[in-house]
T-cell receptor
């Protein structure tokens, strides 16, 4: 069975601090995808990253970076120099691959991030 | 980029009403679409997988007679909440699966409030 665990329910940091959101996953599939989404108060899901299980390279995009460790089944997300606009709920998610396409997405419970001015 | 349009964005209606939500892929064809539900301060939970031209596959615990899904074309899937009750009030969000190798694209969601 697939499962995504985000142990941090809520985090508050002061603006400009770095913050890391943890994500641990479980799957029996050899090929799978990992995601991070941002959900601001308006509700829409903002896609941040999709990572294939065979690609363990870390990724950096501006102030965002992701650390994929297959050995520990973790896919952590770090925001550097946080800003108030980063305040949102962040979901880590997992999907299997089915016929060379993504299957349904299993979401973690989310981490509510508050960036304090 | 791939765009998914979901309509309406917000619905408020009386208990017992049936409500239809549309999910359209605007610039790509999607043989598969997914419907998710999110209760306040909770995660997104998959309700069903919608396949064009065939019956939807529902997740365990989701009533297929309550949540009717129709995927009649490659760009449109609809979710109808029949005889809605206050406990059906939730945020419903769809996603569409585009070309091979591309991730799902989500609509902006529909906030349903049943009075």
């Amino acid at each position: 069975a697939q499962k995504v665990t985000q142990a941090q329910t809520e985090i508050s940091v002061v603006e400009k601090e770095d913050v890391t959101l943890d994500c641990v996953y479980e799957t029996r599939d050899t090929t799978y995808y990992l995601f991070w989404y941002k959900q601001p108060p308006s509700g829409e899901l903002v896609f941040l990253i999709r990572r294939n299980s065979f690609d363990e390279q870390n990724e950096i995009s501006g102030r965002y970076s992701w650390n994929f460790q297959k050995s520990t089944s973790s896919f952590n997300f770090t925001i550097t120099a946080s800003q108030v606009v980063d305040s949102a709920v962040y979901f880590c998610a997992l999907s299997a691959e089915y016929g060379n396409r993504d299957d349904k997405i299993i979401f973690g419970k989310g981490t509510r991030l508050h960036i304090l001015p | 980029g791939a765009v998914v349009s979901q309509h309406p964005s917000r619905v408020i209606c009386k208990s017992g009403t049936s409500v239809k939500i549309e999910c359209r892929s605007l610039d790509f064809q999607a043989t598969t679409m997914f419907w998710y539900r999110q209760f306040p301060k909770q995660s997104l939970m998959l309700m069903a997988t919608s396949n064009e031209g065939s019956k939807a596959t529902y997740e365990q615990g989701v009533e297929k007679d309550k949540f009717l899904i129709n995927h009649a074309s490659l760009t449109l899937s609809t979710l109808t909440v029949t005889s809605a009750h206050p406990e059906d009030s939730s945020f419903y969000i769809c996603s569409a699966l585009p070309y091979r190798g591309q991730p799902q694209h989500f609509g902006d969601g529909t906030r349903l409030s049943i009075l």
